[in-house]
């Protein structure tokens, strides 16, 4: 449908949002970019309200994560997650179940400057079995 929504074949429904992570010896958010899927019926209000101002005002959409951050082990695929709409224009944040997955506990906890720059080589250089992260 477009860049932020996605319907396949009538049956699966996706709302792209960004998972934001503290970085906390900057003060500053990492993102990451994904796509969580919803229910028809999530989905059509989500869509319904897209363009609506105040829409930031709607309760979260419970959904499933739909994106694979190979980073993390295990998958992030099918995490619980709460979508919460934003003001028009903005994407929608995607909170996470506060769980022990390794992402989870990172945008609830933080991250420093240091884990960001270990993504950021993981992805530009690609991965190896010691690429995997692990907490701590």
């Not at 930031?56 to 919460?84: C, Q, R, V």
């Not at 240091?114 to 950021?120: C, E, F, N, P, T």
Request: aromatic letters at 8%; charged letters at 20%; hydrophobic letters at 40%.
């Amino acid at each position: 449908m477009s860049s932020d929504q996605c319907v396949i074949q009538g049956q699966a429904f996706f709302v792209r949002g960004l998972i934001e992570i503290p970085v906390t010896d900057l003060g500053e958010t990492f993102s990451w970019g994904a796509w969580v899927s919803l229910s028809p019926e999530n989905f059509a209000r989500a869509v319904k309200l897209w363009e609506t101002p105040g829409r930031e005002s709607e309760p979260p959409y419970f959904g499933w994560l739909s994106t694979e951050l190979p980073i993390y082990s295990p998958s992030t695929i099918n995490l619980k997650a709460n979508l919460h709409t934003r003001a028009v224009g903005r994407r929608p944040l995607i909170e996470l179940e506060p769980t022990d997955h390794p992402l989870a506990v990172e945008q609830r906890n933080g991250i420093t400057l240091a884990r960001v720059q270990q993504i950021a080589e993981t992805l530009l250089h690609g991965f190896s079995t010691d690429a995997q992260h692990r907490p701590g």
